[in-house]
């Protein structure tokens, strides 16, 4: 069972910037696809950028150009760096990974975009 562990959310002003990790308790090598999605309150969470094995990424509109998404597999670490981060940011931010068919989420992180 491969566990995932966030970390990195909090409280950031508008324009602001953090980076997210999300370490994975095996080796995410074999991994075919890791993401970030989110959750804000009352919508549908949904799906931030996501990042293949060969290192191909993919972003969503909302986010693209201020959000950069990278994997370390000697880490076993994925990252989200965030900038110029706007309200509509703010939501929980999971991680999820694709390994061996089988799909892990990681339990959340809070981040919260207010002045």
């Known amino acids: 069972q491969v566990q995932l562990v966030e970390s990195g959310g909090g409280l950031v002003q508008p324009g602001g910037s953090l980076r997210l990790s999300c370490a994975a308790s095996e080796s995410i090598f074999s991994s075919k696809f890791m993401g970030w999605y989110r959750q804000a309150p009352g919508k549908q969470r949904e799906l931030v950028a996501s990042?293949?094995?060969?290192?191909?990424?993919n972003y969503a509109d909302s986010v693209k150009g201020r959000f950069t998404i990278s994997r370390d597999n000697a880490k076993n670490t994925m990252y989200l760096q965030m900038n110029s981060l706007k309200p509509e940011d703010t939501a929980v931010y999971y991680c999820?990974?694709?390994?061996?068919?089988?799909?892990?989420w990681g339990q959340g992180t809070q981040v919260t975009v207010s002045s």
């Open positions: 999820k990974a694709l390994i061996l068919s089988r799909q892990y």
């Open positions: 990042i293949t094995s060969g290192g191909s990424t």
